[in-house]
């Protein structure tokens, strides 16, 4: 349209600019994957750690059982205990990177003396990644929850 009014050849910034935008598109998807795949393996790692718990504490599960404890009061232990490991995890995690990234923001400037990647750091950040890691946590120990509720009492008491 400005073109067509003033006579002069013009482009779009887009057209222009195409590889630029191709590039970000690529990189937030890229950031995507990896937040993603992140999420993927610490829940994973939760779940290992779950279910080791509940091999060592078979016995224990087993004696709980026998006393009349329901498969529901099992689950519900087990699952509490994810939704507690995700939970340390994410305040750890929040610490370690809050402390990294001021680290690297003070360390890395540009000449002036500005921050070479200046960024804000929330509430609303770290209360997002201490949800999602407390969630993650709750759903990486359905499955080791579901095979401590489904122990047999005798079987479990007797090995352990």
């Given at each position: 349209r400005i073109?067509?009014?003033?006579?002069?050849?013009?482009?779009?910034?887009?057209?222009?600019?195409?590889?630029?935008?191709?590039a970000l598109e690529s990189q937030s998807a890229s950031?995507?994957?990896?937040?993603?795949?992140?999420?993927?393996?610490v829940a994973i790692g939760i779940a290992s750690v779950l279910v080791v718990s509940?091999?060592?504490?078979?016995?224990?599960?087993g004696i709980l059982r026998a006393m009349g404890t329901s498969r529901g009061g099992i689950l519900?232990?087990?699952l509490i205990q994810g939704a507690i490991v995700g939970l340390l995890g994410s305040a750890v995690g929040c610490g370690m990177g809050a402390g990294l990234s001021v680290g690297f923001q003070a360390a890395v400037r540009n000449a002036d003396g500005s921050p070479l990647f200046?960024?804000?750091?929330t509430a609303e950040l770290f209360l997002t990644s201490?949800?999602?890691?407390?969630?993650a946590g709750v759903l990486a120990a359905i499955v080791p929850a579901r095979r401590a509720a489904r122990l047999d009492p005798a079987e479990a008491i007797r090995y352990g």
């Open positions: 073109g067509r009014v003033t006579g002069l050849t013009s482009r779009s910034w887009m057209e222009s600019n195409a590889q630029l935008l191709t950031t995507t994957m990896i937040r993603f795949f992140v999420i993927v393996s509940v091999i060592q504490r078979s016995r224990e599960i519900r232990i087990f200046p960024f804000t750091l201490a949800a999602v890691a407390t969630f």
